[in-house]
């Protein structure tokens, strides 16, 4: 007897599918992978999951079917496939957030806590919503900054969830590590415990649609960093400096952190603070306190956007620690300079966001 594939396939035909009803061929079951060799017959038959409950009793059936309608002299073979799973599409831990930003410096004492302040206050203005977390675990400040030290998030419903409220502070979002313990005590932790209480203000915080995040990082480079990267798809980084050469040898670091091949968070600028002294009574006069345009140089000598030069002004010190930015005062020399700032940030996002696929977490492998 010579066989040949149609023979096959009608005697499949008699075989039904229990989970659809239509027969094997129809349902397109069987692969095209049919190969026959004198009285040995050998193909594949495709189920849905790998623990389909109709596996065994189907491929017994074809068997049976093909000994029944062909002979039974034939030697079948039969191999279950089941179709590779697609990969899931990575779901945003923050779904209404268009944008994450981690403000970032390389040492402390640069202001960069200050920046964010006056950042997240500049966006606002500009009409955008604005959420600021202080990431900066061991050393918060945002609490003193926006003059809510006393202020206790409360929890909210949200679906089948209870979420941290965010308190909203002239017209920001904030949330700081500082509103949940004692701010004459000193953070005690290990490394564990601090990217833990991290991921928990993210991702377990009610933050509502956002136009832009801002997350106050530590400075330096620790596993508070890494667990960023690990935790959110952040859209960009932005570095702050001084002009200062020691601040710049620690920009780099971090910089160089950001550009990892296993990180690639997308560099947005460089800001440098404190480029000069301007004292309040001559506005016209700079002081070059902490060096001439190091941050300029530098971001022009890594090719990164250098997004503003922000002068050391007294008035800067006095607003953040009377709990009302500098920023607030929009027509003042920081409100200027900071509007110009938060509108060449704008401009880097969505430069990077046209030109840049949407981030995913980062993936640390050992090596």
Not at 2 to 26: C, F, K, S, W
Not at 62 to 86: C, D, M, N, R, W
Not at 103 to 132: D, E, M, R
Request: glycine share 8%; with cysteine.
């Amino acid at each position: 007897m010579t066989l040949y594939p149609n023979l096959i396939l009608d005697a499949l035909r008699h075989v039904r599918y229990p989970g659809t009803g239509e027969d094997l061929v129809t349902a397109g079951m069987v692969e095209d992978d049919l190969r026959i060799d004198g009285m040995n017959v050998s193909f594949s038959l495709i189920f849905d999951k790998p623990n389909s409950p109709f596996l065994k009793s189907v491929i017994k059936a074809a068997e049976k079917a093909i000994h029944t309608y062909v002979s039974p002299e034939v030697i079948v073979a039969i191999t279950a496939k089941v179709p590779e799973a697609k990969p899931r599409q990575e779901e945003p831990i923050l779904p209404q957030v268009k944008n994450t930003l981690a403000i970032f410096s390389g040492k402390g004492g640069v202001g960069k806590s200050t920046v964010s302040a006056n950042l997240a206050i500049a966006l606002t203005q500009a009409g955008y919503k604005v959420g600021l977390l202080d990431a900066d675990i061991f050393g918060p400040s945002q609490p003193k900054m926006f003059g809510c030290e006393d202020a206790r998030p409360i929890l909210e419903e949200v679906g089948d969830r209870e979420l941290i409220t965010p308190i909203e502070r002239y017209g920001v979002r904030l949330l700081s590590i500082g509103f949940f313990v004692n701010p004459e005590s000193p953070v005690l932790w290990r490394g564990s415990m601090a990217s833990n209480a991290l991921k928990q203000l993210i991702s377990e915080t009610h933050w509502g649609e956002l136009d832009y995040l801002l997350i106050d990082m530590p400075p330096g480079t620790s596993d508070i960093h890494l667990t960023l990267v690990q935790t959110l798809g952040l859209t960009g980084a932005v570095i702050v400096t001084t002009p200062q050469q020691v601040a710049l040898a620690d920009a780099i670091k971090g910089i160089g952190m950001f550009a990892d091949e296993q990180v690639q968070v997308p560099i947005l600028g460089l800001i440098e603070n404190m480029a000069w002294f301007t004292p309040a009574e001559l506005p016209q006069n700079k002081y070059y306190i902490f060096g001439r345009d190091g941050g300029r140089e530098l971001a022009e000598e890594l090719d990164i956007p250098l997004l503003g030069q922000i002068p050391l002004i007294q008035s800067v010190c006095e607003a953040g620690d009377a709990g009302a930015p500098a920023a607030l005062e929009q027509e003042s020399l920081l409100g200027i300079y900071f509007r110009t700032l938060a509108k060449n940030i704008v401009e880097q996002v969505d430069r990077r966001n046209a030109e840049q696929a949407p981030t995913q977490r980062v993936e640390i492998t050992k090596q």
